[in-house]
Nanobody, 127 residues
Framework: EIHLVESGGGLVQAGGSLRLSCAAS????????IGWFRQAPGKEREGVSC????????YYADSVKARFTISLDKVKKTAYLEMNSLKPEDTAVYFC????????????????????WGQGTQVTVSS
């Protein structure tokens, strides 16, 4: 039902910036969570950031705090992830995920319960 399309990935040098976009559609309920996960080769999927459309609350993994910023255009139903000061260890496939069947509260536990996924976009950071 929920459809997510990511864009904005690419190759950048360490210290550079990228902005990822996630266009969402098909929500049934007014309140939802939308956010970003990433998975590098040989590593488990990692929650990166999440945002609630109802109260604007946000969650960030410790590894990206102070470098990444999540935002949400409620009209367009599009989430953005502004990634600054990129490091080689940020290299991964980044997946957008969203759900309107969880409480619209952006914390680690609830953000990790989202069930709808986009196709992913590759982010590569060279040293």
């Amino acid at each position: 039902e929920i459809h997510l399309v990511e864009s904005g990935g690419g190759l950048v040098q360490a210290g550079g910036s990228l902005r990822l976009s996630c266009a969402a559609s098909g929500f049934t309920f007014d309140d939802y969570l939308i956010g970003w996960f990433r998975q590098a080769p040989g590593k488990e999927r990692e929650g990166v950031s999440c945002i609630s459309n109802s109260d604007g609350s946000t969650y960030y993994a410790d590894s990206v705090k102070a470098r990444f910023t999540i935002s949400l255009d409620k009209v367009k139903k599009t989430a953005y992830l502004e990634m600054n000061s990129l490091k080689p260890e940020d290299t991964a496939v980044y997946f957008c995920a969203a759900d309107d069947h969880v409480p619209s509260i952006a914390n680690e536990e609830i953000c990790n319960d989202v069930r709808n996924w986009g196709q992913g976009t590759q982010v590569t950071v060279s040293s």
